[in-house]
């Protein structure tokens, strides 16, 4: 199983950018999609979530600015970035549980896509 994201980049404070991360390989389901951001020097954190039938959890810092989404059939999540600010800044990784049988789940990293705001 792999997860390929990309979208990242450099962009002005008040611009926007679409994150995606696609899952491969062999699984029977996908649960929770989830995004994380690791800014310089800071601990990784929990930016959104959203579960299998759709609810969705945001981080307070970026709560009506960030949108997550998902496309089962293309096994895909999305992160909406609008009105970014400078914080902002940091790689954005997706994070998918996997449901590799029906008794079993793994959770699974992205690579890492690098989101740089301008000031």
């Known amino acids: 199983v792999q997860l390929q994201a990309s979208g990242g980049g450099l962009v002005q404070a008040g611009g926007s950018l679409r994150l995606s991360c696609a899952a491969s390989?062999?699984?029977?389901?996908?649960?929770?999609m989830r995004w994380y951001r690791q800014a310089p020097g800071k601990q990784r954190e929990l930016v959104a979530v959203i579960s299998s039938d759709g609810r969705t959890n945001y981080a307070d810092s970026v709560k009506g600015r960030f949108t997550i989404s998902r496309d089962s059939a293309k096994n895909t999540v999305y992160l909406q970035m609008n009105s970014l600010k400078p914080e902002d800044t940091a790689v954005y990784y997706c994070n998918m549980e996997l449901l590799e049988t029906l008794f079993s789940s793994r959770n699974y990293w992205g690579q890492g896509t690098q989101v740089t705001v301008s000031s």
């Open positions: 390989g062999r699984f029977f389901r996908i649960n929770d």
